[in-house]
Every structure is written in C-alpha cells, then in structure tokens.
C-alpha cells in the first residue's frame, strides 16, 4: 500500500506538497518526493538554456568585479596608471600600432591622449556599474516593498496618500531630475580638501538618487498583489487568531510576495545600470580619471573615426552587460510565474 502525501497549507494560501517520507520502507512502497516553489524554480531555470546561459554570464560579470584588483596586478596596469610609451605624439598621442595598441602588454589597449590602460579601466569600470545597479535596486525594492504593504493592507487614507505619491514619482521624468538632482546634491557635500567631491560620496549620492525615482515601480506592483491576498482565507484566519499587524504583514503577506519582488528587482538591475551609465556619459556622474563605462563611452565618442576600437570594446561590452541581465530577469519571471511565460 502506498503513502500518500497531502499537500500541506503553508498559510499563504499556496498548497506545497511535502517532503518524501523517509520512514516508509516497505517493499514496493512508492514514495512521491515533493518539491518546493524555490526547486520548481530552480529546475525550471536549469531548463531554460538562455536563462541558462545569462545567469552564467552575469556570474561570470560579478566575479570579474570583484577580482579587478587581481586582474590588474597580473597585466601590471592600474585603471589610473598612465603608459606614455604606449602613445604616439606625432598622431595627436594616439596609441601605437593598430586597434588601439591591443598587444600582449594591454590587452585592450590604451586610451587616447591618456595612456590609461583600457582592460583596468573596464574591470574596474564594471565594478562601479554593477555597485550602483544592485545597491539603487536594493534600496528602492526595500522602499517599495514596504510602502506598498502599508497602502495595499490599510487601505484608506494610508492608500490614498501612498498612491499620490506614487503617482507623482512615476509622473516625473526621471533622467532629467536625476540630472539637475545630482551636480547640486555633490556640489553641497565637497568633502575633500581639494575642493572637489569624494568619489563614494559621489557614487551614494547616484545610488540615492536612483532609487528615489525607482521605488513607486516596486511599490504599485506589490500594492495591486496585497489587495488580493488580504481578502484571502488565511489572512481572515490570521485575524481571528488575534494577530497583530505586524504578523500578518509580515508571516503571511510577505512570503507570498516574493515571486513579485524578485522579478521585480531582477528587472531594476539592469535598468539602474543603464541610468548609471547614461548619467556618467552625460558628465553628471563618475568623473574622470575615475572608471566608469559611461564615462569612458563619452570620451571614446570623440575619438571614433581615429579609434574605433576605444569606442566599440566598452560599447559591447555594456550590451552584453544589460543583455545577460535582461535575460536572466526574464528567466526568473517565467521561472516563478509559469503562466507568464511568453507564447
């Protein structure tokens, strides 16, 4: 005779089957091994070979960031190391030889005018980008989460005010208030003796000011989910057992919240790394000589015709960026929500 396992109600409203028991051990007794929401995810992740292949490529981002410092010790160049030898002053101090001096020495070449190494730039330019696309989606997720658990569960006057809010935030034109925001915001907190602005001020200052007009996304998003669980059995279960606010926000709405918020900041990544990068292109973020892929794509802009190569190693290297997240957030909404997979 078989066990049967029943599914067992984590008091989300959402049956998960259990866990294989380990006790029956009859012979031909048939165990049914269940699988929770997070390995269904997983597995379904592993099938997908373009999730696949993103997830691989954002590790593989990731660990280049964090080993910038290694890789530069290796090549012997630092992202601010000038190489004068590299440059040719007859041409306007463009690098010697062809694509941009690629050769064993740089494996990148060198920029223009600079001589600064191209592959330390990058790496540590990588390291600057994926800092403030995580940290902003971070904080703005965590915003968003609890402003949209307030307005979703109180409802009232709590939801009325929080939706004003959210729809003023989601009304402005981020990019353009980012861009006055930012010079004004750095030029009040100079902090160095040379009058100038220290750089991990700079880059909170950019963290900040991303995730101030990111939040309302995350916030509508887990609003509209709250004012349907709330009406849900175990939520009135919750109540009649006495239970404080506090818990049922957080044991029994917030857990059945998670596929949302994922999703939701899996997207946000490479969007906030796209704004980073604009902003620093627009001059209004990393300055020079500090790295950033932004700011390096400005300058190599004016050097196009001369060296393309300055221009097009960051360029692609960007898409590649944005395009492994984009995909990998993609993969994880179908991952977790089966029934948005796209026809």
Same mark, same amino acid.
């Given at each position: 005779m078989t066990t049967q396992h029943q599914p067992v109600d984590t008091g989300g409203g959402t049956a998960l089957p259990t866990e294989p028991s380990t006790q029956d051990s009859r012979p031909g007794a048939t165990v049914v091994a269940g699988r929770s929401p997070a390995r269904m995810a997983w597995r379904r992740i592993r099938r997908d070979?373009? &999730? &696949?292949?993103?997830?691989?490529? &954002?590790?593989?981002?990731?660990a280049i960031a964090l080993l910038a410092p290694v890789l530069t010790a290796v090549t012997g160049w630092g992202p601010i190391t000038p190489d004068n030898k590299a440059i040719n002053p007859d041409t306007g101090n463009f690098p010697y030889g062809s694509l941009g001096g690629i050769g064993a020495?740089?494996?990148?070449g060198v920029e223009p005018g600079t001589g600064y190494d191209l592959f330390a730039r990058i790496v540590y330019g990588l390291r600057t980008s994926l800092y403030v696309g995580f940290a902003s989606a971070v904080l703005s997720t965590a915003v968003g989460v609890v402003a949209g658990l307030a307005a979703g569960y109180f409802g009232g006057w709590v939801d009325s005010l929080l939706s004003r809010v959210m729809d003023v935030m989601l009304a402005f034109p981020q990019l353009?208030?980012?861009?006055?925001?930012? $010079?004004?915001? %750095?030029?009040?907190? @100079?902090?160095?003796?040379? #009058?100038?602005?220290?750089?991990?001020?700079? /880059?909170?200052?950019l963290v900040l000011n991303i995730a101030v007009f990111a939040? !309302?996304? &995350?916030?509508? /998003?887990?609003? #509209? @989910?709250?004012?349907?669980?709330?009406e849900r059995e175990f939520v009135d279960a919750a109540r009649l057992m006495s239970a404080g606010r506090r818990h049922i926000l957080f044991r029994q709405l917030l857990p059945n919240l998670w596929a949302p918020i994922l999703i939701s900041f899996a997207l946000a990544v490479p969007q906030n790394i796209t704004t980073e990068a604009a902003l620093s292109y627009l001059g209004v973020g990393v300055i020079p000589p500090n $790295?950033?892929? #932004? !700011?390096?794509?400005?300058?190599?802009? @004016?050097?196009?015709? %001369?060296? $393309?190569?300055?221009?097009?190693?960051? #360029?692609?290297?960007?898409? /590649?960026?944005?395009?492994a997240l984009n995909l990998l957030g993609d993969g994880v909404r179908d991952a977790l929500d089966p029934r948005a997979r796209r026809g």
């Open positions: 070979k373009v &999730t &696949t292949a993103a997830l691989v490529a &954002t590790l593989l981002f990731i020495e740089h494996l990148l353009l208030f980012i861009i006055a925001l930012t $010079p004004v915001i %750095q030029n009040a907190l @100079q902090t160095n003796t040379h #009058g100038g602005t220290d750089e991990n001020l700079r /880059l909170l200052v939040w !309302a996304y &995350t916030a509508r /998003l887990v609003r #509209g @989910q709250v004012l349907s669980l709330r $790295p950033d892929w #932004g !700011a390096v794509l400005s300058d190599a802009s @004016q050097f196009f015709l %001369q060296d $393309p190569m300055y221009l097009f190693v960051p #360029g692609v290297l960007l898409l /590649l960026l944005v395009l």
